[in-house]
């Protein structure tokens, strides 16, 4: 994919840069840093996993105070698992950038992606903060987005424009995924920045809303990490009315942010680690919409299900027996099951026909699988499982 | 492994054969009969997958009679997601070896495995059936075990003797796993042949516990089937007085009973399909036996942890945080991790020497957690995650 179509990107009172600061072994960017020239309101949803890294730590103390002006991120080292050190590295990381920028350190939120349990080369990474600020431009963005890759294959940049009361608002996201992209967001970072103007609980309800919807509706492999970070800064610089629940600006912006979220999810779905397929789960009339969550899951997660479609095979037993247990209520003569426009099972039976080979070699696939159970509906995103899936994960520490 | 070894294994009462049927496109054996002389006992754990094969469903009904007298069985069709004629194909099936046998076709109960949704072979299976019949022998429980593989490189088979009042007491258990191997049991078939004299009620609860600590905690790929069987018949020619549960040979029936069907799921995993590894994860002090459970699981399911392990990477960052992610409650700093005996992540620090790199080389490996919560313990076997895995799920069907 072609990085630099990313550099154009702007979003009003934001600037962004990224250095390589040597963290990550085989060179690179591995430091970025987001600023907006006023504090700006921020939301933050984080990993629940019980290790929670040091950033995360920190970024949850900070992000109550509900302002932030500058995000600081690193790849190649998650400081995660590293004790009371790491706290107090991630916080001398934050002070670093704080103080040459001249703003409240309060003001900083921290990120970081790697390997977990080794210290932060803390050194490198002041010694590079230097540098990391001198380059901070309005086109920065991108660069941004460069910055906090592991093995990621591609930079995730996604953007939209809304108007609101005659106000042109801009919503550009960044990201990064590969491994361990699971529900709650496992090491998967997104940043979104715009220059709405809106209410706190507003901006905290529609982020938490969207990600429900996106970050936490993607599966590569099962794991959620201990750095699982998305936040979004919102500097109020497009000169809105506010947004609030009452105004009729709320769907416009709902709609743009949920825009770049679910591009970013599928972008990090579609570059999951040996990912070699887009595999988009939809799960209809079921009884509750968490019954069809579960029942979508059971197939997204499914290592049989995921290595026939990296094999191009339409086994249509495996998606309806990793249907089957769940425990939700169906009725095994009521479920029916498609690829596209393909039927496989219905009544009961298998159905397939010469088409559903030839579907299966697409590189983004649907599958619908209605319970005939009610209304309810979800939708999840998930990547096969290949043999580089196999090598990336059997070799990436040692 | 050398199948030899087990051509002198007996039951009393007991008789078993298989033949090729041509069932399996491959040729091979792949019909299997177990026959006692007298009805016997029995007892049965199923699959709790919505989608139950046809012999299941079957089984399920005639298990609730308390007593059988054979069990037929055929590897290469599972006879699943075949609607109303599978259900009739697997009557017929039963039907065809009553008749031959001179019993009360109540008595059967059929098994099958292999691929899902294709109509069962039946000509073939009723045609094969006077050769398996006439081919029972008491020295034929091992040939039993061939028939039933499907991707198994070794049949499964396991034996214990017991001594209840003065009686010897023989139990003999075989299996065949290879996919979809996961708690409720998925394509796994299992069946235990005693002749101790023991009451309904007791073989009931100590099959279906012994089951709950070995079939039930084991892990390959997540996945459970539509066709999980586990049986037991006890056809008491020992002569020992009843089995009951206050009778002082509950005991040693039921360690010999659990011995042998947790050999039988140490193989089936280390068996589980591209497996290079038997990982045993004992998860120690958690609050609740359930608290135990998750987090064993939780390990034992993640692909990262399980490429890890193929990699023989001592990664304990993966490990932790799949203990993290499932909101089970424990202290960051109390839970401390060993392979085998070396520790990995003490006092919430990762502190992984060169042992750790070395200890991973061993073909089985244990993993021990302990959450310094209380005194519940849980323990699965699990499988590491390999190309093959991929090789052999990718192209199963096709």
């Known amino acids: 994919m072609d990085t630099t179509i990313h550099d154009t990107i702007r ?27 006023v504090p700006a309101r921020a939301a933050g949803v984080f990993t629940t996993n019980r290790f929670k890294a040091a950033p995360v730590v920190l970024d949850l103390e900070r992000i109550s105070r509900h302002h932030s002006q ?40 921290v990120a970081s992606t790697g390997i977990i349990g080794e210290r932060l080369p803390l050194e490198k990474i002041v010694g590079a903060v230097g540098p990391l600020v001198e380059g901070l431009s309005a086109d920065g963005i991108s660069a941004a987005a460069e910055g906090i890759m592991t093995t990621d294959r591609f930079p995730k940049v996604a953007w939209r424009m809304c108007s609101v009361g005659g106000k042109e608002i801009t919503v550009c996201g960044i990201a990064k995924g590969a491994g361990m992209i699971e529900p709650n967001m496992a090491t998967m970072l997104s940043f979104v920045l715009t220059d709405a103007h809106i209410g706190q609980d507003c901006l905290d309800g529609v982020f938490r809303e969207s990600a429900d919807r996106s970050f936490n509706a993607i599966t590569v492999d099962g794991c959620m990490s201990t750095n699982d970070t998305a936040i979004i800064l919102a500097n109020g610089m497009a000169g809105n009315s506010s947004i609030d629940t ?20 599928r972008d990090i779905v579609r570059d999951g680690e040996g990912a070699t397929k887009l595999i988009e789960i939809v799960v209809e009339s079921a009884k509750t919409a968490g019954d069809a969550r579960k029942v979508a899951y059971a197939i997204a997660r499914s290592n049989l299900v995921k290595t026939a479609f990296f094999g191009e095979d339409p086994n249509w037993g495996r998606i309806i027996s990793a249907a089957g247990s769940t425990g939700v209520p169906f009725s095994t003569t009521s479920l029916d099951l498609h690829i596209e426009h393909v039927p496989l099972f219905i009544n009961g039976r298998g159905v397939a026909g010469k088409d559903a080979a030839e579907v299966m070699k697409k590189d983004t696939i649907r599958v619908f699988v209605r319970l005939g159970m009610g209304d309810a509906t979800f939708r999840v995103y998930a990547s096969d499982l290949s043999h580089e899936y196999v090598d990336i994960n059997a070799l990436y520490r040692t």
């Open 11 to 37: 979003v009003p009172g934001f600037l962004g840069s990224s250095v390589a600061a040597g963290v990550k072994s085989g060179g690179g960017r591995d430091l970025s840093l987001i600023f907006s020239d």
């Open 70 to 109: 500058c995000i600081i991120a690193n790849s190649g080292n998650a400081n995660a698992a590293t004790g009371e050190e790491g706290y107090r590295d991630a916080v001398a990381m934050s002070k670093a950038v704080s103080d040459r920028l001249g703003i409240d350190d309060g003001l900083v939120l």
């Open 246 to 265: 009452r105004s009729n600006g709320l769907t416009a912006f709902r709609d743009a942010l949920f825009d770049v979220m679910e591009s970013l999810a």
